[in-house]
């Protein structure tokens, strides 16, 4: 059984940090394009950050600079690292592989189940 399982999220202040896991299960990890997605109320879920098995990343402008996103194959475990967070960055976030080469180009169709994440003062 193909599983995406995110973990991590939470609620800080702004200007603080998280990093979010995703672990993934019961397919060949290493050849899937890597992504994180997230979705606001009332707002259509965006791909925040994006990586391919050789690492090469991409990232949607509002988090570039203060986001990073990296992936284990060997531990089948894709990273979000959310530093200088925002209100704004208020989401569900979202794990998910797919094909593609990019984030802009990526095919998303394995889905974690989310994981919330809340900026608040």
């Known amino acids: 059984q193909v599983r995406l399982v995110e973990s991590g999220g939470g609620s800080v202040q702004p200007g603080g940090s998280l990093r979010l896991s995703c672990a993934a299960s019961?397919?060949?990890?290493?050849?899937?394009?890597m992504a994180w997605f997230r979705q606001a109320p009332g707002k259509e879920r965006e791909g925040v950050a994006g990586?391919?098995?050789?690492?090469?990343?991409n990232y949607v402008d509002s988090v570039k600079g203060r986001f990073t996103i990296s992936r284990d194959n060997a531990k089948n475990t894709l990273y979000l690292q959310m530093n200088s967070l925002k209100p704004e960055d208020t989401a569900m976030y979202y794990c998910?592989?797919?094909?593609?080469?990019?984030?802009?180009?990526?095919?998303?169709?394995?889905w974690g189940q989310g994981t919330q994440v809340t900026v608040s003062s």
């Open positions: 990586i391919d098995n050789d690492g090469n990343q």
């Open positions: 998910a592989g797919g094909e593609g080469t990019s984030l802009t180009t990526m095919y998303p169709y394995l």
């Open positions: 019961g397919y060949t990890y290493s050849n899937f394009y």
